[in-house]
Nanobody, 126 residues
Framework: QVQLVESGGGLVQAGGSLRLSCVVS????????MGWFRQAPGKEREFVAA????????YYADFVKGRFTVSKDNAKYTMFLQMNSLKPEDTAVYYC???????????????????WGQGTQVTVSS
């Protein structure tokens, strides 16, 4: 059974930083693309960042470029999201996800991901 568990969320002031982690069990992270999404109250879940199975190419939503960095540690079965220069509009529940198929290209589409974590709350105060 594949499980993804996020951690690292919390309350931070605008301009601050947080580092989210996503630990995967039941499946390797070395062969699958992975992504981060977020959902604010009353809004659709939206793409934030993704990393290719190789750990090389990454892809970011325009609103986080230059502020967020996605990475992963295959040996620890973990993906990270380093979030700097946080803004109040970054407040949301953040979800990690893993792609359906091995060696697939990274994608910003929710439909490309089969496995999801339960989410971690990030709140940025002004």
């Amino acid at each position: 059974q594949v499980q993804l568990v996020e951690s690292g969320g919390g309350l931070v002031q605008a301009g601050g930083s947080l580092r989210l982690s996503c630990v995967v069990s039941g499946r390797t992270v070395s062969r699958y693309a992975m992504g981060w999404f977020r959902q604010a109250p009353g809004k659709e879940r939206e793409f934030v960042a993704a990393i290719e199975w190789s750990g090389g190419p990454t892809y970011y939503a325009d609103f986080v470029k230059g502020r967020f960095t996605v990475s992963k540690d295959n040996a620890k079965y973990t993906m990270f999201l380093q979030m700097n220069s946080l803004k109040p509009e970054d407040t949301a529940v953040y979800y990690c996800a893993q792609a359906r198929t091995r060696y697939s290209e990274i994608s910003y589409s929710r439909t490309a991901y089969d496995y999801w974590g339960q989410g971690t709350q990030v709140t940025v105060s002004s």
